[in-house]
């Protein structure tokens, strides 16, 4: 090649250094002007265009010159184009629309309006000013195998599910979910991938259309709360209500465990080696949730240590049928532990204490759990109990529907006498409020009762009359109807209670 065309390209280092000191200064100055780097893209295409321009005018010769002059003039055009897009998008679509919704658009949906604008100006520039024929061009090879490959690579299936995500926007920045099978808080959504951390501090990148494809679990919407449910196991011997209280008492210690709602404890099964309970809790995120739940086991621990529950081994326990228990001995046990409870009790007052030791030896007692009805207003009933522990509630119901506690009746307390001794149904009904142990006594056991000790049934008399009071139907027996004086009204009431019982 002679000296002087060598000498022409030379001349090219001219446009090519504009462009360096260009590119250099966009560089310098991105750093302070963060508009300069929303645009510089179209700045250095814009710098590309013109540098391209100046050789094509001055430096080249024509023979290379002339053919790239249109080319030259088209890419000026598409960077003044890629400018004008960029300054609307940042103005447009970032700022005003961005205040008018009160709330910023997807970065994703941005770029891929961007891409869409950029190519449909690209088609009419080289359709347009080129004159190129862009049919066969989409058509035969560069754009569709574009599309081909990157649909093929699973490309263009992310970033349309970048779309999808960002539009619908199921998931965002800081949410905890579940995407793929992959736990952890979402750290961003770019147009191709989402971004998890996990538990463990490692980021699982899981492209965008896995996410859509799958199921995704937000736990924090639609709110932060979730629900924490723990299994315990408790042996058999302890009663559920004092189970439930204890495991309550024991999540309510911990401060991470919400008040509202509050947690709750249910009896999920009778297993093979222990009654399954199941609190539920809930908590604020699911951050904490194995910090939380270690908290709440472990305060199960301590309060069961605390109320006497047993945790039982999972172990498979080989029961050899006992000898049968001498009904003598089993009787007289329970007779020693429910004496003192006896003395204590007002209707037994005065009683001597063999007779009452006897009675004690045809007793037999029953647990009830909180809220067991033990008999209902209106039942037959033929028995009469007396409270050994716990709390119970006498309820009636009036004739307009309305229900009114008459009494609460606790430890040494007895009910159930007005049937017993009227022979009629029962006039209330009792429910137990709290965990308790009753002592039953049969028609036929009173009977032998009051032969061996008959003041028993003057006290009962008398808190028969006095009850009557809040009971109309019984009421009628003690009115001053007859003129009667008081004590022909309680002989009366004695008579008929002693021809029940056949004495
Ligand atoms: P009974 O009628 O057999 O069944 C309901 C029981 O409730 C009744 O016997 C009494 O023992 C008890 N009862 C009824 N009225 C009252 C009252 N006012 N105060 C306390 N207990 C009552």
Aim: charged share 20%; aromatic share 8%; proline share 6%.
């Amino acid at each position: 090649m002679p000296w002087s065309e060598i000498a022409t390209y030379l001349w090219l280092l001219v446009p090519v250094a504009i462009y360096c000191a260009v590119a250099v200064v966009v560089q310098v100055l991105k750093a302070r002007l963060p508009v300069i780097g929303a645009i510089s893209p179209a700045i250095h295409l814009l710098a590309l265009g013109l540098c391209l321009r100046l050789a094509v005018v001055y430096y080249l010769p024509p023979q290379v010159g002339g053919p790239l002059d249109p080319y030259s003039v088209a890419l000026l055009i598409f960077a003044g184009m890629v400018l004008l897009f960029q300054t609307v998008e940042a103005l447009v679509l970032g700022y005003f629309m961005g205040r008018l919704r009160n709330r910023k658009l997807p970065i994703v949906l941005r770029k891929a309006v961007l891409m869409v604008a950029y190519f449909v100006g690209a088609l009419i520039i080289m359709h347009g000013y080129l004159h190129l024929n862009i049919t066969s061009l989409v058509a035969t090879s560069a754009v569709v195998s574009f599309v081909v490959g990157m649909a093929g690579q699973d490309l263009l299936g992310s970033i349309l599910g970048g779309i999808a995500l960002a539009v619908e926007r199921p998931i965002t920045k800081d949410n905890w979910v579940v995407i793929d099978g992959q736990e952890g808080r979402v750290v961003d959504v770019t147009w191709r991938r989402t971004r998890i951390e996990t538990r463990d501090g490692d980021f699982v990148l899981v492209p965008n259309n896995l996410v859509m494809k799958g199921t995704i679990t937000n736990f924090t919407m639609p709110d932060r709360r979730h629900r924490l449910r723990i299994k315990v196991g408790v042996h058999y011997r302890h009663p559920p209500n004092q189970v439930k209280a204890s495991i309550l008492a024991a999540a309510r210690m911990c401060p991470e465990v919400l008040d509202s709602p509050s947690p709750s404890v249910f009896v999920r099964d009778f297993g093979d080696s222990a009654i399954i309970y199941r609190l539920n809790v809930w908590i604020d995120g699911l951050s904490r949730l194995e910090h939380i739940s270690d908290e709440v086991r472990t305060h199960i621990w301590y309060q069961f240590q605390r109320d006497g529950i047993i945790i039982p081994f999972p172990i498979v326990t080989l029961h050899r049928q006992p000898p049968p228990a001498d009904p003598k001995q089993a009787a007289a046990e329970r007779a020693e532990r429910i004496l003192p409870h006896l003395r204590a009790a007002e209707v037994f007052a005065g009683m001597p204490p063999e007779a009452l030791h006897q009675a004690a030896m045809t007793f037999h007692t029953a647990t009830y759990g909180e809220g067991e009805v033990l008999f209902h207003q209106g039942d037959k009933g033929s028995s009469f109990y007396i409270i050994l522990s716990g709390r119970a509630s006498v309820i009636v119901q009036l004739a307009d529907g309305t229900q009114t506690r008459l009494a609460t009746l606790g430890p040494g307390d007895c009910f159930g006498e007005m049937s017993l001794l009227l022979d009629q149904n029962r006039t209330a009904t009792v429910r137990l409020e709290e965990d308790s142990e009753v002592i039953e006594v049969r028609r036929d056991q009173f009977k032998d009762l009051v032969e061996a000790y008959p003041e028993v049934l003057d006290y009962l008399t008398r808190l028969v009359q006095e009850r009557s009071r809040d009971n109309r139907e019984l009421m009628a027996l003690f009115t001053d109807q007859s003129e009667e004086s008081r004590p022909g009204r309680m002989r009366a009431v004695l008579e008929r209670i002693k021809s029940v019982l056949g004495l």
